[in-house]
C-alpha cells in the first residue's frame, strides 16, 4: 500500500507491516489508556481523570454538589478526549452503592438502581466526591505523583494517584482490552488492611497466611460465597479463577404448614429485574413445577418472595433447582490482569497485588518527605534572613533608606542569599515587634527538629515501613470501623455435594390420561379417562392415541424421520380445548408424521422400521432424547421413511407388506442397535413394509379388524420362516389396510 508520512513523503510499504504496526498501537492504547487498571491505585486513566477535575471543581465532601453535566464537560474539555456519554456512564458507576464495595462519588438524584434502571441524564443529577475518593487524592499537591500534559498540552494530569486506599482490590475492576481481559472483585477494607499490616511485618509471607486473612471477596450486594477453600487459594495464587455467588434467601413459615422462600441479598452485577424475568419464563415453560409465584417486594431492602405450590416439599431442594436454573446463582470471574508500575500488563496474584500497593505506598512516602524537606529548607532560610534582621536592625534600615540597589548591599554586608534578601526587604513594619522575633525564633526550632525527624525518616527504612503501617491503621479505623461500610457482607458457606434430584422427582404424582388427535393435537385430562369418553376434536379431525399416565411420566413420540422426541407429562397443555399442536412442543417439521406415541418404560425394548423393510431392535431407555430436536435412532433418507415402532413382546417377529404377504422369524435375527438403518426384514417386489410386531407363535398372533374386534390366529407353520423372505399371503381375514391395529 502507498503510506504518506509526515511532510508529504510517500512511501510504499507492504499491506501486513501497515495494518500491523497500527494494530499494534490501537492494541497497546486500549491496554494502557482504556482497559486495565494501575496496580497501584486501580484506577483507568477515565475514573482518576473524574476524579482529578472534581477535585479541581473543589468538590470535597463537606462542601455542596454540583451537576453532573458541569463536572463531565471539565473531565472531557480538560483531560479525557472521549464521549460524553462514556465519561457520564463511568461517573454513575462509581456512584452506585450496589456496584462499588467503597463509592467515590456522593451522587444526588436518580444514579440507577438494582433493578437495572439507567440513570437520570447528567443535568439532572448532581454529585461530590465521598472520603474514600479524598483519600485517593490525598497529598497529590505534594509532589508524591509525576504528572504529564494534557491531550492538548494546555494543563497537565496525573499520570496515578497517590491511593491511601487500595483501591484496586477494595473496589475491583473489570475491563476487556485487544488480546486481554482483567477482572477482580471487591473486597473488605478490613481484611485488605490486616494483610497488608501482616505483608509489613512479614515480607516473606506465603499466601496460605494471606487467603486467611483475606478469605474471600466482599460484594457491595451481599449473597454467600459457595466456593471451596482449595479453589479460592488456587485462585489468588494463580490470578486467576472464579467465585460461586449465591443469592441469600431465609424461609418464611406461614399458616397451616405453608411456607414462603425470600431472597433479601442477590449476586453481585445480576439485575434485581432480571432475576424475576427469568425465574417467570421458567415458571411459563413449566421447568419449576414446584414454584406458584415469584412476587417482588422490595422498597429499599432486597425482598424477593418465591411461593412453592405445596408446603411438603423441602426449601433446599427447590432452592438448589432455583440455582442451577437462574440467576440466583452466579460465578464470578477473577483474572488479576493489571498494569504494573512500569505499565507493563502483568496478570498478579495476591501477595504480589498488596505487594504493589506497599511499594506505591513507599515511593510515595520518601516524595512527600523529600517535598516537606524542601519546604522547610526555605522555609529556614527565610527565617534566618529574618533573625538577621532583628539583630541587626539599624544597620538593615540604614542600608534601605541610604542605598540606591538594597538588595546587593544587604547580600554582601550580612552574606545573605538572593532570596534572604528579597525576604527582608519583603517584610512589613508590623513584622518588627518583639513579639513577632520570638513566634519567628519558636517556628525556626520546631522546623529544626522536623526536619531532623524527616532526615532520620529518609535514612532508616525499618521507620518509613513503620509509618505507612501507621497510615494503615489510620485507614482502618477510619473505614473498617465505620458501621456501614466496614462490616463484611458476604458470607461463605459449602454448597450441598449430593446429586440434585432431578425435576421430575419433585413433580406431584398423580393420575392423567394422554389424548392425541390424527392431526397431533396433544392434552392432558385429570384422571384416568376410559376410551370413548366425550372429547371433543377440531372438524375434520379425530383421535388416534389415547394413553394412561402419571404426571410424573416422559413420553416418547417417534416420527416419520426415525428421531425419537420426549415430552414431560407434567408440561403437556390441559385438558380443556383443543390442546396444543405437538410440533409447538417439539421441533417436528410440518412435512413429518407421528408413527407411534408411548408412556415411556425404560426397561422396554423396541422394534423399529422403515417403509423399505430394514429395522431393529432398541433399548427404549437410549431413546430419550434432552433437547426438542430429539434423537437420530432410525436413519433414513430419501423416500424412505420411518413406519414401525412397536414394542418387543416375545421372541418371533411378524412382517406384512403393502403387497399383504406376511412373514415370521425369530427375534435373534435382529440386531440390537443404538441406530442406524438396520438389516432386511422382509423382501419386497412392489411396494414397502406395513406393518411389524413382535409374538410369541404358542400363543398366537393378534390383529384387530373392524369394529375394534380383535381375532388370533394360532396355525402359524406356513408363515414361519427367516429374515428377509417375501412371505406368503396374509391369513384370511387379515385387514386390507394390512396393519395389526
Same mark, same amino acid.
Given at each position: 500500500m502507498?503510506?504518506?508520512?509526515e511532510g508529504?513523503d510517500?512511501r510504499?510499504?507492504?499491506?501486513g507491516?501497515a495494518l500491523?504496526?497500527?494494530?499494534?498501537?490501537?492494541?497497546?492504547?486500549t491496554?494502557m489508556?482504556?482497559?486495565?487498571p494501575d496496580?497501584?491505585d486501580?484506577m483507568?486513566?477515565?475514573?482518576?481523570?473524574i476524579?482529578y477535575a472534581?477535585?479541581?471543581?473543589?468538590?470535597?465532601?463537606?462542601t455542596?454538589?454540583?451537576?453532573?453535566?458541569?463536572i463531565?464537560?471539565?473531565?472531557?474539555g480538560?483531560?479525557?478526549?472521549?464521549?460524553?456519554?462514556a465519561?457520564?456512564?463511568?461517573?454513575?458507576?462509581?456512584?452506585?452503592?450496589f456496584?462499588?464495595?467503597?463509592p467515590?462519588?456522593?451522587?444526588?438524584?436518580n444514579?440507577?438502581?438494582?433493578d437495572?434502571?439507567?440513570?437520570?441524564a447528567?443535568?439532572y443529577t448532581?454529585a461530590?466526591?465521598?472520603v474514600?475518593a479524598q483519600?485517593?487524592?490525598?497529598?497529590?499537591?505534594l509532589d508524591?505523583?509525576?504528572f504529564r500534559?494534557?491531550y492538548?498540552?494546555?494543563?497537565?494530569?496525573?499520570?496515578?494517584?497517590?491511593?491511601?486506599?487500595?483501591?484496586?482490590?477494595?473496589n475491583?475492576?473489570t475491563?476487556?482490552?485487544?488480546?486481554?481481559?482483567?477482572?477482580i472483585?471487591?473486597?473488605?477494607?478490613?481484611?485488605?488492611c490486616?494483610a497488608l499490616?501482616h505483608?509489613i511485618?512479614?515480607?516473606?509471607?506465603?499466601?496460605d497466611?494471606l487467603?486467611?486473612?483475606?478469605?474471600?471477596?466482599?460484594?457491595p450486594?451481599?449473597?454467600?460465597?459457595?466456593e471451596?477453600?482449595?479453589?479460592?487459594l488456587?485462585?489468588?495464587k494463580?490470578?486467576?479463577?472464579?467465585f460461586?455467588?449465591?443469592?441469600?434467601?431465609?424461609?418464611?413459615?406461614?399458616?397451616?404448614?405453608?411456607?414462603n422462600i425470600?431472597?433479601?441479598?442477590i449476586p453481585y452485577q445480576?439485575?434485581?429485574?432480571?432475576i424475576?424475568e427469568?425465574?417467570?419464563?421458567?415458571?411459563?415453560?413449566?421447568?419449576l413445577? +414446584?414454584? *406458584?409465584d415469584? $412476587?417482588d /417486594?422490595?422498597?429499599?431492602?432486597?425482598?424477593?418472595v418465591?411461593e412453592p =405450590?405445596?408446603g411438603r416439599?423441602?426449601?433446599?431442594?427447590l432452592?438448589?433447582?432455583?440455582?442451577?436454573?437462574?440467576?440466583l446463582?452466579?460465578r464470578?470471574g477473577l483474572?488479576?490482569n493489571v498494569?504494573?508500575?512500569?505499565?507493563?500488563?502483568?496478570?498478579?496474584?495476591l501477595?504480589?497485588?498488596?505487594?504493589a500497593?506497599l511499594?506505591?505506598?513507599?515511593?510515595?512516602?520518601v516524595?512527600?518527605?523529600?517535598?516537606?524537606?524542601?519546604?522547610i529548607?526555605?522555609r529556614?532560610?527565610v527565617?534566618g534572613?529574618?533573625l538577621?534582621?532583628?539583630?541587626?536592625?539599624?544597620e538593615v534600615i540604614?542600608i534601605?533608606?541610604?542605598e540606591?540597589e538594597?538588595?546587593?548591599?544587604l547580600?554582601?554586608?550580612?552574606?545573605?542569599?538572593?532570596?534572604q534578601?528579597?525576604?527582608?526587604?519583603n517584610m512589613? +513594619?508590623r *513584622?518588627l515587634r $518583639?513579639l /513577632?522575633?520570638m513566634e519567628i525564633r519558636?517556628?525556626?526550632?520546631a522546623? =529544626?527538629?522536623?526536619r531532623?525527624?524527616?532526615?532520620?525518616?529518609?535514612?532508616s527504612?525499618?521507620?518509613r515501613?513503620?509509618?505507612?503501617?501507621?497510615?494503615?491503621?489510620?485507614?482502618?479505623k477510619?473505614?473498617g470501623d465505620?458501621?456501614?461500610?466496614?462490616?463484611r457482607?458476604?458470607?461463605f458457606?459449602e454448597?450441598p455435594?449430593?446429586?440434585?434430584?432431578?425435576?421430575?422427582?419433585?413433580?406431584?404424582k398423580?393420575?392423567?390420561t394422554?389424548?392425541?388427535?390424527?392431526?397431533?393435537w396433544?392434552?392432558a385430562l385429570?384422571?384416568?379417562v376410559?376410551?370413548?369418553?366425550?372429547v371433543?376434536?377440531k372438524d375434520?379431525?379425530?383421535?388416534?392415541?389415547?394413553?394412561?399416565?402419571?404426571?410424573?411420566?416422559?413420553?416418547?413420540?417417534?416420527?416419520?424421520?426415525?428421531?425419537?422426541y420426549?415430552?414431560?407429562?407434567?408440561?403437556?397443555p390441559?385438558?380443556?380445548g383443543?390442546g396444543e399442536?405437538?410440533?409447538?412442543?417439539?421441533?417436528?417439521a410440518n412435512?413429518?408424521?407421528?408413527?407411534?406415541?408411548?408412556?415411556h418404560d425404560?426397561?422396554?425394548k423396541l422394534?423399529?422400521?422403515?417403509?423399505?423393510g430394514?429395522?431393529?431392535?432398541?433399548?427404549e431407555?437410549s431413546?430419550?432424547?434432552?433437547?426438542?430436536?430429539?434423537r437420530?435412532?432410525?436413519n433414513?433418507s430419501?423416500?424412505?421413511?420411518?413406519a414401525?415402532?412397536?414394542p418387543?413382546?416375545?421372541?418371533?417377529v411378524?412382517?406384512v407388506?403393502?403387497n399383504?404377504?406376511?412373514v415370521?422369524?425369530?427375534?435373534?435375527?435382529?440386531?440390537?442397535?443404538?441406530r442406524?438403518?438396520g438389516?432386511v426384514?422382509?423382501r419386497?417386489?412392489?411396494g414397502?413394509l406395513?406393518?411389524?410386531?413382535?409374538?410369541?407363535?404358542s400363543?398366537?398372533?393378534t390383529w384387530r379388524?373392524a369394529?375394534?374386534?380383535?381375532?388370533?390366529?394360532?396355525?402359524?407353520?406356513m408363515?414361519?420362516?427367516?429374515?428377509?423372505?417375501?412371505g406368503?399371503?396374509?391369513?384370511k381375514?387379515?385387514?386390507k389396510n394390512h396393519?395389526?391395529?
Amino acid at each position: 500500500m502507498t503510506e504518506i508520512l509526515e511532510g508529504g513523503d510517500i512511501r510504499d510499504t507492504p499491506l501486513g507491516e501497515a495494518l500491523g504496526e497500527r494494530y499494534l498501537s490501537y492494541a497497546l492504547s486500549t491496554i494502557m489508556s482504556r482497559s486495565l487498571p494501575d496496580v497501584r491505585d486501580g484506577m483507568k486513566p477515565v475514573h482518576r481523570r473524574i476524579l482529578y477535575a472534581m477535585r479541581q471543581l473543589k468538590l470535597n465532601p463537606d462542601t455542596g454538589f454540583k451537576k453532573c453535566a458541569r463536572i463531565v464537560g471539565d473531565v472531557m474539555g480538560k483531560f479525557h478526549p472521549h464521549g460524553d456519554q462514556a465519561i457520564y456512564d463511568a461517573l454513575v458507576r462509581l456512584a452506585q452503592e450496589f456496584a462499588q464495595r467503597y463509592p467515590l462519588v456522593d451522587g444526588q438524584g436518580n444514579f440507577g438502581n438494582v433493578d437495572g434502571d439507567n440513570a437520570a441524564a447528567m443535568r439532572y443529577t448532581e454529585a461530590r466526591m465521598t472520603v474514600v475518593a479524598q483519600a485517593l487524592l490525598q497529598g497529590i499537591d505534594l509532589d508524591t505523583v509525576d504528572f504529564r500534559g494534557t491531550y492538548d498540552g494546555e494543563d497537565e494530569e496525573p499520570m496515578v494517584l497517590p491511593a491511601a486506599f487500595p483501591n484496586l482490590l477494595a473496589n475491583g475492576a473489570t475491563g476487556i482490552a485487544v488480546g486481554m481481559a482483567t477482572s477482580i472483585p471487591p473486597h473488605n477494607i478490613r481484611e485488605l488492611c490486616a494483610a497488608l499490616l501482616h505483608l509489613i511485618k512479614f515480607p516473606n509471607a506465603g499466601l496460605d497466611k494471606l487467603v486467611q486473612l483475606i478469605p474471600g471477596p466482599d460484594f457491595p450486594t451481599g449473597g454467600i460465597i459457595v466456593e471451596d477453600h482449595a479453589s479460592i487459594l488456587e485462585a489468588y495464587k494463580t490470578g486467576r479463577g472464579g467465585f460461586r455467588l449465591r443469592a441469600k434467601w431465609a424461609v418464611e413459615k406461614g399458616k397451616r404448614g405453608t411456607y414462603n422462600i425470600v431472597v433479601t441479598e442477590i449476586p453481585y452485577q445480576v439485575p434485581k429485574g432480571r432475576i424475576i424475568e427469568k425465574i417467570a419464563e421458567l415458571l411459563h415453560q413449566r421447568k419449576l413445577p +414446584l414454584l *406458584a409465584d415469584i $412476587r417482588d /417486594e422490595s422498597a429499599e431492602d432486597i425482598r424477593l418472595v418465591l411461593e412453592p =405450590k405445596s408446603g411438603r416439599v423441602e426449601p433446599e431442594m427447590l432452592m438448589e433447582h432455583l440455582f442451577r436454573l437462574s440467576d440466583l446463582e452466579t460465578r464470578i470471574g477473577l483474572n488479576l490482569n493489571v498494569l504494573d508500575a512500569d505499565q507493563t500488563p502483568k496478570v498478579m496474584n495476591l501477595r504480589e497485588a498488596l505487594q504493589a500497593f506497599l511499594d506505591h505506598r513507599h515511593v510515595v512516602l520518601v516524595w512527600r518527605t523529600k517535598h516537606r524537606l524542601a519546604q522547610i529548607e526555605r522555609r529556614l532560610e527565610v527565617l534566618g534572613a529574618y533573625l538577621i534582621c532583628y539583630l541587626n536592625l539599624d544597620e538593615v534600615i540604614r542600608i534601605i533608606r541610604e542605598e540606591d540597589e538594597a538588595k546587593p548591599a544587604l547580600m554582601q554586608a550580612f552574606k545573605l542569599s538572593e532570596n534572604q534578601a528579597e525576604a527582608i526587604l519583603n517584610m512589613r +513594619l508590623r *513584622a518588627l515587634r $518583639r513579639l /513577632e522575633e520570638m513566634e519567628i525564633r519558636a517556628e525556626d526550632k520546631a522546623l =529544626k527538629g522536623e526536619r531532623k525527624e524527616l532526615k532520620t525518616l529518609l535514612a532508616s527504612e525499618d521507620k518509613r515501613w513503620a509509618a505507612i503501617a501507621g497510615e494503615i491503621r489510620e485507614m482502618r479505623k477510619t473505614f473498617g470501623d465505620d458501621p456501614a461500610l466496614g462490616p463484611r457482607r458476604s458470607a461463605f458457606a459449602e454448597a450441598p455435594t449430593g446429586e440434585l434430584m432431578p425435576i421430575e422427582a419433585m413433580v406431584e404424582k398423580e393420575p392423567i390420561t394422554v389424548v392425541c388427535s390424527d392431526k397431533g393435537w396433544l392434552r392432558a385430562l385429570r384422571g384416568h379417562v376410559e376410551e370413548g369418553h366425550d372429547v371433543r376434536y377440531k372438524d375434520g379431525d379425530k383421535g388416534r392415541f389415547w394413553l394412561h399416565a402419571q404426571s410424573t411420566d416422559k413420553l416418547v413420540l417417534f416420527a416419520t424421520n426415525g428421531r425419537f422426541y420426549t415430552l414431560a407429562c407434567d408440561k403437556l397443555p390441559g385438558g380443556r380445548g383443543n390442546g396444543e399442536p405437538v410440533r409447538l412442543l417439539l421441533d417436528l417439521a410440518n412435512d413429518q408424521e407421528i408413527v407411534n406415541l408411548m408412556v415411556h418404560d425404560p426397561e422396554r425394548k423396541l422394534l423399529v422400521a422403515s417403509s423399505d423393510g430394514r429395522g431393529f431392535v432398541v433399548e427404549e431407555k437410549s431413546t430419550v432424547a434432552q433437547t426438542r430436536g430429539g434423537r437420530q435412532v432410525l436413519n433414513v433418507s430419501g423416500d424412505v421413511e420411518a413406519a414401525v415402532c412397536a414394542p418387543v413382546q416375545g421372541d418371533h417377529v411378524a412382517a406384512v407388506g403393502e403387497n399383504h404377504k406376511m412373514v415370521i422369524f425369530p427375534l435373534s435375527e435382529l440386531p440390537e442397535m443404538n441406530r442406524g438403518r438396520g438389516v432386511v426384514l422382509q423382501r419386497y417386489r412392489d411396494g414397502g413394509l406395513s406393518d411389524a410386531k413382535t409374538l410369541t407363535p404358542s400363543e398366537g398372533l393378534t390383529w384387530r379388524q373392524a369394529g375394534g374386534r380383535t381375532r388370533t390366529e394360532t396355525e402359524l407353520t406356513m408363515w414361519l420362516g427367516k429374515r428377509g423372505q417375501a412371505g406368503r399371503l396374509a391369513p384370511k381375514g387379515f385387514p386390507k389396510n394390512h396393519k395389526f391395529g
